[in-house]
């Protein structure tokens, strides 16, 4: 079974509005990731965080992590109509380097 | 330009029919990963390989199987196609244990009549 999922499924927001997506998974990680899939595309690396972090920004993006609710959580701030993509969360496991993705939350950005 | 080339891009193959997708990666990554990904159900790992020589099953590695010659090469070989096997087909790398960012190719469209 998948390690992590993603909520909500879906997300329909207006441009300027910021965007949450939550990652919830099962066990033990050393570190969490956050993809981006743009239609019919490979997916690219947005942004890691590491177990013992709780916190991390990448320009519009802010990524949590709560290792007690075993969740993450991705923020886009002041979203625009290219931020329209799927967004998948991955967990990268300690000595195994089999990294799982989630189901993935679709945004899309009304212009 | 660096990175991970698939082929083919996209292929309409007959039941029971072998099927080999290429995937090289120019990075020297030791790392090297096939995804599975299909409608609400997101990427589910094949098989991957953590090092030349090397192979492991992931979470749906039943039909499929690689072989890691070198460094660059990880092909991924469907024995004998079924429907089921539709899907699109992503090759991944890294290097580990130093860096945790995957580097992915464009997909492969598998479709299996």
Not at chain 1, 82 to 88: E, K, L, Q, R
Not at chain 2, 56 to 70: F, H, I, L, W
């Amino acid at each position: 079974s998948q390690q992590g999922e993603e909520d909500p499924q879906a997300l329909s927001i207006q441009e300027g509005e910021n965007a949450t997506m939550n990652c919830s998974y099962k066990t033990s990680i050393n570190n969490l990731q956050w993809y981006r899939q743009n239609s019919g595309r490979g997916l690219v690396h947005l942004i890691l965080i590491r177990s013992n972090e709780r916190e991390k920004h990448s320009g519009r993006l802010r990524v949590t992590l709560d290792t007690s609710k075993k969740s993450s959580s991705l923020l886009i701030t002041a979203s625009r109509a290219a931020d329209t993509a799927s967004y998948f969360c991955a967990t990268d496991p300690f000595n195994d380097y089999k990294l799982s993705f989630g189901a993935g939350t679709t945004v899309t950005v009304r212009a | 330009i660096a990175g991970i080339t698939q082929a083919p891009t996209s292929q309409i193959l007959a039941a029971g029919r072998r099927m080999t997708l290429r995937c090289t990666q120019d990075m020297r990554h030791n790392a090297m990963y096939w995804y599975r990904q299909d409608l609400g159900l997101g990427l589910r790992l094949i098989h991957y390989s953590n090092t030349a020589g090397t192979t492991g099953k992931g979470e749906v590695p039943d039909g499929y199987s690689v072989s890691r010659a070198n460094t660059d090469d990880f092909p991924l070989t469907l024995a004998s196609a079924v429907p089921s096997q539709t899907s699109v087909y992503f090759c991944a790398s890294r290097q580990v244990p130093n860096t945790g960012e995957l580097f992915f190719g464009e997909g492969s469209r598998l479709t299996v009549l």
